[in-house]
């Protein structure tokens, strides 16, 4: 038997396929955008995958509008689909925050992922960068920075003269140009921004956890970082197959 389980983010959805015991076999990273009508997944399950797939579905979503339409789409096919924040998440983890509705399904599910590891930090490098704090297996909270490539489409749509650019980590002094003045406010300031909401996650819990990164940028900062890191690219699906293992 096969599961289908989906992360559905703001700019790019992970389709993975998993195996018997909950292990992925293969995955298909797609553009969210293109993923209202459904047919992307039609295609990829009756093309790539065996019949022996289990007919039940599982996402995290941010996108409720895509969520939506993927369900509507596919319980056309008699296919059953659920999301995360559907199932009883209580039994898995603890959530110790003022308003749980709030809390994004993509972080609910790293930190699902990262919980095995009893005290953990996880960075993830998405449309917003994101910071999440599990602490004796409880999720305690979070921060939500503007992710870095927003950041930088956002600042070359808003200017007349300052143009999009590809960070470069090898930024070792000020700029003698736009481009290499731009790209040392990127690369410096978020390394900046990086290690001093670390620091103080750590500073104010006084506990050695493992830092995660997950995300587009997590290789290109992990250097930068001062503390040592982990890269998992797949964090947040292994904590949407870890809710359908326990809760489907």
């Not at 003022?98 to 919980?115: C, E, F, P, T």
């Not at 449309?127 to 602490?135: E, G, H, Q, S």
């Amino acid at each position: 038997m096969k599961f289908l389980i989906g992360d559905i983010g703001n700019t790019f959805t992970k389709i993975c396929v998993l195996d018997n015991r909950y292990r992925i076999l293969k995955s298909y990273n797609l553009e969210t955008r293109k993923m209202y009508k459904g047919n992307l997944i039609k295609t990829i399950i009756r093309k790539k995958i065996n019949k022996d797939l289990n007919p039940v579905f599982l996402f995290s979503s941010v996108v409720p509008k895509v969520y939506k339409s993927i369900k509507k789409n596919l319980n056309k096919n008699k296919y059953k689909i659920y999301e995360i924040k559907e199932l009883n998440l209580n039994k898995l983890i603890k959530i110790n925050i003022k308003n749980k509705k709030q809390l994004g399904s993509d972080r609910i599910a790293n930190a699902i992922g990262a919980k095995k590891y009893k005290n953990s930090l996880v960075l993830d490098f998405g449309t917003a960068t994101t910071f999440d704090f599990i602490k004796n297996g409880i999720y305690e909270g979070g921060v939500i920075a503007p992710g870095v490539k927003l950041s930088i489409k956002n600042l070359s749509q808003a200017t007349a003269l300052l143009p999009m650019i590809n960070l470069k980590s090898n930024q070792n002094s000020y700029g003698k140009n736009t481009i290499e003045a731009l790209n040392a406010g990127f690369v410096w300031g978020y390394e900046g921004l990086i290690n001093n909401i670390i620091s103080k996650i750590i500073s104010k819990n006084k506990i050695k956890c493992k830092i995660l990164l997950t995300g587009g940028y997590a290789k290109f900062f992990k250097k930068m970082i001062k503390r040592k890191v982990v890269i998992d690219q797949d964090i947040t699906v292994k904590g949407i197959a870890n809710v359908y293992k326990e809760l489907i």
